[in-house]
């Protein structure tokens, strides 16, 4: 069983950046890749980024790419989602999840365990 913690949420004006943290609590999170997800009242869950167990690969929604990155340090437990250029269009509950898959995938079954989220709210 993996819990999943995610921290770093908060109030951004527009234009301004936040890091998520996402930290496992097992000794093995280093073999899961990890995926970052929000959502919204207004819409699904919606894909924003996933990387490798072992950071090399990364993939993107196209809504992100170029603004957040992804990356990890699996001595510390900890997947970071770096977020830059803010708008309010990025206001959410993100929430991290982790899967023993192989290949990354942009699908929110595919994952087995979830963190309880963390808010962002970008002020305009």
């Known amino acids: 069983q993996v819990q999943l913690v995610e921290s770093g949420g908060g109030l951004v004006q527009a234009g301004g950046s936040l890091r998520l943290s996402c930290e496992g609590s097992v000794r093995t999170f280093s073999t899961y890749a990890v995926g970052w997800f929000r959502q919204s009242p207004e819409k699904e869950r919606e894909f924003v980024a996933t990387i490798s167990w072992s950071g090399t690969s990364t993939y993107y929604a196209d809504s992100v790419e170029g603004r957040f990155t992804i990356s990890r340090d699996n001595a510390k437990n900890t997947v970071y989602l770096q977020m830059n250029s803010l708008s309010p269009e990025d206001t959410a509950l993100y929430y991290c999840?982790?899967?023993?898959?192989?290949?990354?995938?942009?699908?929110?079954?595919?994952?087995?365990?979830w963190g309880q989220g963390t808010q962002v709210t970008v002020s305009s």
């Open positions: 999840a982790a899967t023993g898959l192989e290949t990354l995938t942009i699908d929110y079954y595919g994952y087995d365990y």
